[in-house]
């Protein structure tokens, strides 16, 4: 049984930074792409970052691009978000979430595997 855990969210001042975790297990994730997903309150879930879990590269949302870096931990089969120059419209749950193959990576609706989600909130 595939399982994601988040951790690391919580509470920052505007230009703060967090790095957020995410734990995956249950499988072997060569060939899947990893993406860290928010959704604010009243709003859709949006794409904020990926990683292809082979080779290593990263996508990310253009609100988000030079602020955040997705990396992965292979041994530890972590996948982290880190977060810098943080602003109050980043307030979001944020999520991790797995699916085969880089298509559709920006997609919520072709990930099949979600975690719980961890609460990011920037004060201004």
């Known amino acids: 049984q595939v399982q994601l855990v988040e951790s690391g969210g919580g509470l920052v001042q505007a230009g703060g930074s967090l790095r957020l975790s995410c734990a995956a297990s249950g499988r072997t994730f060569a060939g899947y792409v990893m993406g860290w997903f928010r959704q604010a309150p009243g709003k859709e879930r949006e794409f904020v970052a990926a990683i292809n879990w082979s080779d290593g590269t990263t996508y990310y949302a253009d609100s988000v691009k030079g602020r955040c870096t997705i990396s992965r931990d292979n041994a530890k089969n972590t996948v982290y978000l880190q977060m810098n120059s943080l602003k109050p419209e980043d307030t979001a749950v944020y999520y991790c979430?797995?699916?085969?193959?880089?298509?559709?990576?920006?997609?919520?609706?072709?990930?099949?595997?979600w975690g719980q989600g961890t609460q990011v909130t920037v004060s201004s």
């Open positions: 979430a797995s699916k085969l193959g880089i298509v559709y990576l920006t997609t919520p609706g072709r990930y099949n595997t």
